[in-house]
């Protein structure tokens, strides 16, 4: 019998746009542009469906609420034969226990789960079956998740644990052909404690009221986000001394503009899974500020690229922000060695000549080289 052509289906039962939405988008997008199918399940009201449907993909709806529930199973398995899938990514643990189970049941050779975050895995039978007798794999998006993983899992087998980095496009995400006219401070993430807001807030609050000995106007902080601490934060901006010096956006559609706006990142994290705006950032010529924690350093390197602060450390933090702010050369200098590390190591290219490796698909010849 004849194989199947390759047919990649990610389940994701997220309804909110996050990192891990943004990278599907991407490897949707290149995947589709190099002749290869490439589909989505998702939840019927998940915030991004449009998205997904403007690349051209197939996209399919299905409720997923319950863990691992037969009639979900069911569904999934029929959707996977009916569409002839050949590889299923699974999104959160909850996707992995339905469409592992549906994808044994349509007989795929590829199933695998994903950990996007820096969290162990719970150690008991039910983990246990789905990610090491359902799946076939795990993907991790850094070596930090990884550790994690087979650190709170020794059941697992070390080879089905695979890296795969998140890769950038640096044909979308480049240096502007200047720097802006005003040193701006930028923060790209959720609005949530996880990424530093919190730290953010007390360090700019310090920052604003000191004199400014820099070149030019004061600094500015523009954050791109959304979250839980949205309110929260326009609260804080109306009380600050300067508040015309800080801007809150919201969610912003064109991304590489808005780093090509900024003069360095600032991503005070204390938990992430790749730390995807860090990369992006550093691509378009940025130092980054970054959270010694999970990926980042595999990311920024301390000194070089950027400055690591501790999770928590407000302190160093306003440090960092005082050393970038009032040095444009160490910012060129810094922003021109981010750049160069991310072309060297997490080029979107080779994440994708890898992913469709893992997946069992063709590798085209047009991304061979990425794999050397």
Not at 46 to 72: E, F, M, Q
Not at 285 to 292: C, S
Not at 358 to 367: F, H, K, W
């Amino acid at each position: 019998m004849a194989a199947k052509p390759y047919h990649l289906c990610f389940v994701n039962s997220m309804r909110s746009f996050g990192g891990a939405e943004v990278w599907f988008l991407s490897a949707a997008r290149t995947l589709h542009a190099l002749g290869l199918k490439v589909s989505l399940i998702a939840q019927p009201d998940a915030v991004w469906l449009d998205r997904a449907r403007a690349i051209g993909i197939t996209v399919k709806t299905l409720s997923i609420r319950v863990d691992g529930a037969p009639w979900t199973a069911v569904r999934l398995a029929t959707m996977f034969s009916h569409h002839g899938v050949t590889a299923v990514i699974a999104n959160t643990t909850k996707d992995l226990k339905n469409a592992a189970l549906a994808g044994r049941l349509a007989r795929l050779p590829v199933i695998l789960g994903t950990r996007e975050s820096d969290f162990p895995l719970k150690d008991n039978w039910n983990y246990r079956l789905f990610f090491r007798h359902l799946a076939t794999g795990v993907l991790v998006n850094s070596e930090a998740t990884r550790r994690t993983t087979l650190g709170s899992a020794p059941w697992l087998d070390p080879h089905r644990v695979h890296l795969l980095y998140k890769g950038i496009d640096p044909e979308r995400f480049h240096p502007a052909a200047a720097p802006p006219p005003r040193v701006t401070v930028g923060f790209v993430g959720q609005f949530i404690e996880r990424k530093g807001v919190p730290e953010l807030m007390q360090a700019w609050s310090r920052f604003e009221t000191a004199p400014w000995t820099g070149e030019g106007p004061p600094p500015v902080l523009r954050m791109a986000g959304e979250g839980v601490l949205g309110e929260d934060l326009a609260r804080w901006r109306q009380g600050l001394r300067h508040p015309d010096r800080v801007e809150i956006m919201g969610f912003v559609e064109d991304i590489p503009a808005f780093y090509r706006e900024c003069s360095l990142l600032v991503m005070p994290s204390h938990a992430e899974g790749f730390g995807l705006a860090a990369a992006e950032a550093a691509v378009c010529g940025l130092p980054v500020i970054a959270g010694r924690a999970s990926s980042l350093p595999e990311i920024v390197q301390d000194g070089v690229t950027g400055r690591l602060v501790d999770p928590g450390d407000v302190d160093g933090l306003l440090a960092a922000i005082e050393e970038l702010t009032g040095s444009p050369a160490l910012r060129a200098t810094w922003g021109r060695a981010g750049r160069r590390r991310v072309l060297d190591n997490f080029t979107h290219d080779r994440c994708m000549a890898r992913l469709i490796q893992l997946t069992g698909g063709p590798v085209p010849a047009t991304l061979e080289g990425a794999l050397a």
